[in-house]
């Protein structure tokens, strides 16, 4: 629930000194957004705990790509906080960020697993899409871009995605497993593993519906417990000098992210960036009464440009894309209104960086089950395709099954564009397609013939 803006004479207000409340007032205009020093703490660490549990998945999740899990955790944290600093600091928004989920599978999965290419040359992959995405919003080419894609394909761009995390859950969790005559089949549902990630899973359910604050990281640490206690992990202790980036800062491999093969992999990065994070900024901004009378977000430009700045800052300190949270909008509930929100959510992840043996201690499994709840929420977009329109809902279709069955997010955006060119140009509807889109889908079929 949102709450009042906090009064010269409310007792719980935070106090401030006179200098000191005229500097915050000067730099995240609390009066003009109705907001209070206090509301913002509030909402920046409401925010911070419901997106806290990036700082157990991510390491995980990149450690498969063969990195340092230490100094991912480090990057994860620092790259987090750079992130919400811009955020809250240059365009003065509410809104949190941290290397996003499903890319980061998409990293270390499919670029480095599936694909051979090195951790360095994703890295520089992320880098690239970060500066095309800041080049995008200098230049305002993003609006354009965002306009001329279908409302289906974006819909359903998000619905892969957790469809993609859905597999990579159940595969980490040996709940699905190969099989040499189905492809994929149930796997050993008697296994610890198995067991204890789906106990993740269901908690963390259970906790969000309830709406206990930090459902997702208090399923993952209960999980971790109870494997503590089953003695499938060892303790390492809770609070330490936070692990050196040595490993990771500056290994990025730029000249190698430009191979031809590597094209759909940066177009990847970019499209899910570029539409997640305009999706997740007006839907938030929406909640938190910023629009404009014209449903616009004033200053959108300034907040793409913080989250495309941070995707590069954050390659270079060894992380997978950072990109805005929709969990900003349970900050905006409590009330958070300004970039000091974001602001107080970046100390939090900056103080997070000394506790990394409670890092190291979540075992894949507990992680599985987190990863299988985000899946849910962002399959839910699948809801507002247009499902009367069968040449808005086929190719919307295609591009979300195709990501986790051909274990690609590129190949799936690119089947899902060529699907609706091809039937929107057969069903006699080309009007309906872009140039754009034409454009696009003719470059993937090429990449598809040639390369």
């Known amino acids: 629930m949102n709450q009042a803006p906090a009064s010269a004479t409310d007792k719980t207000a935070v106090p401030q000194s006179p200098g000191k409340a005229s500097l915050l007032e000067r730099l995240f205009k609390l009066s003009e957004r109705q907001s209070s020093v206090r509301q913002e703490i509030i909402a920046g660490v409401t925010t911070f705990l419901t997106m806290a549990y990036i700082i157990f998945v991510n390491p995980n999740i990149m450690a498969a790509a063969g990195m340092d899990k230490g100094a991912v955790f480090t990057a994860t944290c620092l790259a987090a906080a750079i992130g919400c600093l811009i955020m809250g600091l240059y365009a003065n928004y509410p809104f949190a960020l941290a290397p996003g989920m499903g890319l980061n599978a998409f990293f270390s999965f499919v670029v480095v697993g599936e694909m051979g290419y090195s951790w360095q040359v994703a890295l520089g992959a992320v880098f690239i899409s970060g500066v095309v995405f800041l080049l995008l919003s200098i230049f305002k080419v993003r609006q354009w871009i965002i306009d001329s894609i ?8 998000a619905a892969g995605v957790g469809l993609f995390l859905a597999i990579i859950a159940l595969k980490s969790a040996g709940i699905v497993v ?15 593993d198995a067991i204890l990630a789906a106990l993740s899973f269901f908690l ?11 459902a997702v990281m208090i399923g993952i640490l209960v999980t971790t417990a109870i494997s503590l206690v089953m003695g499938k992990v060892q303790y390492a202790g809770l609070v330490s000098a936070p692990p050196s980036m040595a490993a990771t800062f500056m290994q990025l491999d730029i000249a190698g992210a430009f191979e031809v093969g590597m094209i759909s992999v940066i177009f990847a990065f970019l499209f899910v960036d570029l539409f997640d994070t305009a999706g997740t900024l007006l839907s938030t ?8 009378k014209e449903g616009k977000l004033p200053g959108m430009g300034k907040a793409l440009m913080a989250d495309s700045s941070a995707s590069a800052v954050g390659s270079l300190l060894g992380s997978s894309t950072t990109t805005t949270y929709v969990e900003s909008t349970a900050g905006v509930a409590a009330g958070g209104r300004t970039g000091l929100t974001a602001v107080v959510c970046a100390g939090l992840f900056l103080l997070a ?6 890092v190291g201690m979540v075992p894949a499994y507990a992680t599985a089950g987190a990863l299988m709840y985000v899946a849910v ?25 195709m990501m986790p069955l051909s274990f690609s997010i590129a190949n799936g955006i690119a089947l899902g564009f060529i699907a609706y060119a091809v039937i929107k140009t057969l069903s006699g509807r080309s009007r309906d397609v872009s140039i754009s889109v034409y454009l696009l889908a003719a470059l993937f079929i090429a990449k598809f013939v040639f390369f």
């Open 204 to 214: 963390i359910t259970a906790l969000a519906f309830r709406r206990m604050l930090g």
């Open 353 to 358: 960086l000394f506790f990394s043996p409670l």
């Open 150 to 157: 279908p409302m289906s394909l974006r819909q359903a761009l």
């Open 377 to 401: 929420l962002m399959t839910s977009g699948l809801s507002s395709i247009d499902w009367d329109d069968i040449t808005e809902a086929a190719p919307a279709v295609i591009a979300a099954v």
């Open 285 to 292: 901004a929406d909640r938190a009464k910023l629009l404009d």
């Open 178 to 192: 190969a099989s040499p005559a189905t492809l994929v089949t149930l796997g050993d549902m008697t296994s610890s």
